[in-house]
Nanobody
Framework: QVSLVESGGGLVQPGGSLRLSCVAS????????VGWYRQAPEKRRELVGS???????RYSGSVEGRFTVAADETKNEISLQVTNLKPGHRGFFYC????????????WGQGTQVTVSS
């Protein structure tokens, strides 16, 4: 399992942008899926977007085109670029790493809060 620390959340106006960062300590390995999840107040945590080690991306239909997941293996960083934010996008954003070794191991960060308000 790896340790994940997110940052970059905060207050942004509607229509604004943010870049969320997640830095992993430990070796993720060569086969993995990294992802970002959002949990709105009183809602279940849901997938926003994911990226595999084979460069396959997957996004929630509500954010496709607005959000971009990227991974920089040289920095052990997973990022989420979010654009054109709406009040409905608020919540806690969590990054995750699923390591696809001989055993599947999932790790989660502690979350970073995004508030969209004028």
């Amino acid at each position: 399992q790896v340790s994940l620390v997110e940052s970059g959340g905060g207050l942004v106006q509607p229509g604004g942008s943010l870049r969320l960062s997640c830095v992993a300590s430990g070796n993720i390995g060569s086969l993995y899926v990294v992802g970002w999840y959002r949990q709105a107040p009183e809602k279940r945590r849901e997938l926003v977007g994911s990226l595999s080690s084979s460069n396959t991306t997957r996004y929630s239909g509500s954010v496709e085109g607005r959000f971009t997941v990227a991974a920089d293996e040289t920095k052990n960083e997973i990022s989420l670029q979010v654009t054109n934010l709406k009040p409905g996008h608020r919540g806690f954003f969590y990054c995750s790493v699923l390591q696809l070794g001989p055993e599947r191991v999932a790790s989660w960060g502690q979350g970073t809060q995004v508030t969209v308000s004028s």
